[in-house]
């Protein structure tokens, strides 16, 4: 298989400079990005499958001894490239807060309970068909002092690899109707409402397993289409 | 046809998930490229991550892909893949001094454009708190003299090139900053 990728989809990420996501005033290059061709530098990039993945990687509910306080949820999805084909064994890393919006990093100083049964971190590895799926709990909004009465709406870290170096992806997971969407100047970093929206997982009746948990489906698009054009 | 998934921050958070050693998870990557079965001449790359007022970055992940030392890389793309378990990729937290290191091996010259060979070089990749999608550049060795005909580095404004390469600071170390902004900024690529 060999891929190409086109740089016209760029257009739906962010630019590195968002002023009222204060983080980005002092980070932000200033001088114009270094246009490259695409060398094998670039159109190669690591490979981890199955091996970096344990049992209980998946289900973020059973890696400890008791099962965490919130609400269970399960996070499925595909991964596809711009030609909406499967990524199959690419792997996927996931973080998150904790039901009441704590996160177990050292740093994370919110006023809110940590969970002994959470610690937030999973990995799994896409199928054939670059299907994936993550058992967790809802993670808690939580506060981020980058204005007064900064909220981040409920979210989940995602980082992909796909293809090669240049597919590489780390981005965040919404919730469907969060009210804090319009507050949030990292997810209203990106320019286009209907890019944004594509980070806004779906409630998914067919995901939601009875009396159990419900299911929420948040497919990811990563860069690449087919070198050869397709067939009609 | 599908359209890309936007990027986000990676954010201050994301140690305990993707470099985890000091909470106690295995990590499948580190800073440590070398393997048992690994040849070539090993370097240290050692460097700091500073912001536009040039203050330390403490919540940086830098990772980097590379080639083995005959220019190969451990990819199916690259039909030559090196003929060890040598994968390429490294990945590294900076410190609350803005600090990261790899331990890795020099890698060898990989195809160009043209046919013609790339000068060694490392693609890297910068992400952070308040860095919305990744930061793209490459690291370049101090005094190879490929560095002269490289495609890539020709692209790249000459009073700007020195960004992007690597001091030798002894015996197999070479120091290389990244400055995200400002004075001596780093030149980061759009691919
Ligand atoms: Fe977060």
């Known amino acids: 298989m060999s891929l190409v990728y086109p740089r016209e989809g760029l257009k739906a990420h962010p630019p590195y400079l968002h002023a009222d996501y204060v983080g980005t005033l002092k980070r932000a ?86 969970d002994p049964n959470f610690t937030g971190a999973g990995r799994c590895v896409t199928d054939a068909e670059g299907r994936y799926r993550f058992v967790t709990v809802k993670p808690g909004a ?77 497919d990811i698009v990563l860069r690449g289409r087919n070198a050869t054009p397709m067939e009609a | 046809m599908a359209d890309l998934t936007p990027s986000q921050t990676v954010g201050p958070y994301f140690a305990y998930a993707l470099t985890p050693r000091d909470y106690g998870r295995v990590e499948f990557v580190t800073g440590n490229l070398v393997t048992p079965s690994t040849t070539g001449e090993r370097i240290r790359i050692e460097g700091r991550v500073r912001d536009g007022d040039g203050a330390p970055v403490p919540d940086a992940m830098i990772e980097i892909w590379q080639a083995d030392a005959e220019g190969r890389y451990a990819h199916p793309a690259d039909e030559r893949r090196p003929n060890s378990d040598f994968v390429g990729f490294g990945r590294a937290a900076t410190g609350a001094d803005g600090a990261f290191f790899f331990e890795t091996i020099k890698p060898g010259p990989v195809p160009g454009p043209d046919g013609a060979a790339q000068a060694p ?40 090139r020195a960004t992007l390469v690597a001091r030798k600071a002894g015996e197999g170390r070479y120091t290389w900053d990244i400055v995200l902004q400002g004075e001596g900024e780093t030149v980061f690529f759009e691919a």
């Open chain 1, 29 to 114: 290059p200033q001088k114009p990005l270094v246009i490259i061709p695409h060398t094998l530098s670039e159109l190669t990039g690591p490979v981890y499958g199955h091996e970096t993945v344990g049992a209980d990687d998946a289900d973020l509910t059973r890696q400890h001894a008791g099962e965490p306080l919130g609400e269970r949820i399960i996070v499925s999805g595909r991964v596809l490239d711009e030609d909406g084909r499967p990524v199959p064994d690419t792997l996927i890393e996931i973080w998150q807060a904790n039901a009441a919006g704590r996160y177990i990093h050292k740093v994370d100083q919110h006023d809110a309970p940590l």
């Open chain 1, 142 to 218: 939580y506060p981020w002092r980058n204005h007064p009465n900064a909220w981040r709406p409920a979210h989940i870290h995602f980082s992909l690899f796909g293809h090669s170096f240049l597919s590489r992806l780390v981005t965040q997971m919404y919730f469907p109707g969060d009210p804090l969407f319009a507050y949030d100047p990292i997810f209203q970093s990106i320019p286009d409402p209907k890019a944004r929206e594509r980070l806004i997982s779906r409630f998914d009746l067919d995901t939601t397993k009875p009396e159990w948990a419900l299911g929420y489906r948040f």
């Open chain 2, 121 to 160: 070089h490392i693609s890297v990749g910068v992400f952070a708190r308040g860095v919305l999608k990744r930061l793209h550049t490459r690291l370049y060795f101090d005094g190879e003299a490929a560095n002269a005909a490289d495609p890539v580095l020709a692209l790249v404004p000459a009073e700007r």
